[in-house]
């Protein structure tokens, strides 16, 4: 078995994100359930609550040995899986989710549809250095792709903060404008 450290997404029951996170947590594996900050309003008043930013879904750090003791946690229903095998969430991907969750609220997620026209790498703000490629120009919104989970996030963005990289430089990670 592969004793490599890496990245994977589970399957929850649904609305036991934040528990089955606390129980991965209890059990000293390494979690990660991505929390947006969204406001709620209810008759008498508004408040800023937490709820996980992918519903039904919770990131674990593990090697390929520990999946079985993932699975045996008590809401777990299953890893995500590619092509057959567990699917690996890259490093970076990981980062991007936590950078985005610190620097907005509200963020929205909808499923990805890629197409491939420029390439863009934003030169700033908060989302400074990241590179992918323009699919739509939407009301100077920015969505940064998640290429194993195949979701976008979507924060605003000024079209200035933006500049076309040459052909010949490896793109990062994908963001969609």
Known sequence: MNKEIKWYAVYTRPKWEKKVAHLLAKKGIEEYCPLNKVCRQWSDRKKM????LFTSYVFIRVTEADHLKVKQTEGVLNLVHWLGKPAVIKEEEIEVIKHFLNDYQNVQLEKAEVNINDRVRI???PL???EGKVIAVMNHSVKVVLPSLGYTMTAKVQKSHIEKV???EKTKVIVTI
């Not at 609550?49 to 996980?52: A, H, K």
């Open 128 to 130: 400074l250095s990241i």
């Open 49 to 52: 609550v937490q709820e996980p």
């Open 166 to 168: 040459p052909a010949d």
């Open 123 to 125: 030169i700033d703000g």
